[in-house]
């Protein structure tokens, strides 16, 4: 399984970012996938994640109403869109197959104040 993360980098304090993730070696289509994130010296934390179908989604607390989390089974690919961005969004952003622990590199996104 492979899971490459795109997408990440620089931007200031209320701007966006949408970060994508392409999957293979697996049928993505039957996988809930998420999203990730992790700074230095903590562990990861969840952010988002969605079913099979893109038709349940679920989000931590301190992105609700700000990411949206989508998927593209037709590219096998999971989206990512951040709006509203803070400094405390910050990290290195994974995507993954939560629920066998197949995880990508991440990529880095920096909200600068």
């Known amino acids: 399984v492979q899971l490459q993360a795109s997408g990440g980098g620089l931007v200031q304090a209320g701007g966006s970012l949408r970060l994508s993730c392409a999957a293979s070696?697996?049928?993505?289509?039957?996988?809930?996938m998420g999203w990730f994130r992790q700074t230095p010296g903590k562990e990861r934390e969840f952010v988002a994640r969605i079913n099979w179908s893109g038709s349940s989604t679920y989000y931590a607390d301190s992105v609700k109403g700000r990411f949206t989390i989508s998927r593209g089974n037709a590219k096998n690919t999971v989206y990512l869109q951040m709006d509203s961005l803070k400094p405390e969004d910050t990290a290195v952003y994974y995507c993954?197959?939560?629920?066998?622990?197949?995880w990508g590199q991440g990529t880095l996104v920096t909200v600068s104040s």
């Open positions: 070696g697996l049928t993505f289509s039957n996988y809930v």
């Open positions: 993954g197959v939560p629920d066998y622990g197949y």
